[in-house]
């Protein structure tokens, strides 16, 4: 099993900046995509931004500019620093880790979610 644990969740104004940080722990061989989506009330989930193991990174139109995903691999940890947030940021924040268990199975990748952080961009 493995855990994926965030932090860095808040109240900020707009124009406003937060760092969200999401953990791995557990059984893992090695980590490779790692991502960010969020969820707005009412809305579908959606991705924010993801990044591969070699560092590659994609982002959602509505962000790029803003938001900046990074990962340590050593710490099997996954970053997204968020500058001008703006009030359609508000949602809660989910971090996605698709991980690698066992080493003889190295293509057999699972996909495991965080508990969620809620961001809430506001005056």
């Known amino acids: 099993q493995v855990q994926l644990v965030e932090s860095g969740g808040g109240l900020v104004q707009p124009g406003g900046s937060l760092r969200l940080s999401c953990a791995a722990s557990g059984s893992i061989f090695s980590i490779n995509a790692m991502g960010w989506y969020r969820q707005a009330p009412g809305k579908e989930r959606e991705l924010v931004a993801a990044i591969t193991s070699g560092g590659s990174t994609n982002y959602a139109d509505s962000v790029k500019g803003r938001f900046t995903i990074s990962r340590d691999n050593a710490k099997n940890t996954v970053y997204l620093q968020m500058n001008s947030l703006k009030p359609e940021d508000t949602a809660v924040y989910y971090c996605?880790?698709?991980?690698?268990?066992?080493?003889?199975?190295?293509?057999?990748?699972?996909?495991?979610w965080g508990q969620g952080t809620q961001v809430t961009v506001s005056s």
């Open positions: 996605n880790a698709a991980v690698v268990e066992d080493p003889l199975w190295p293509k057999n990748e699972y996909s495991y």
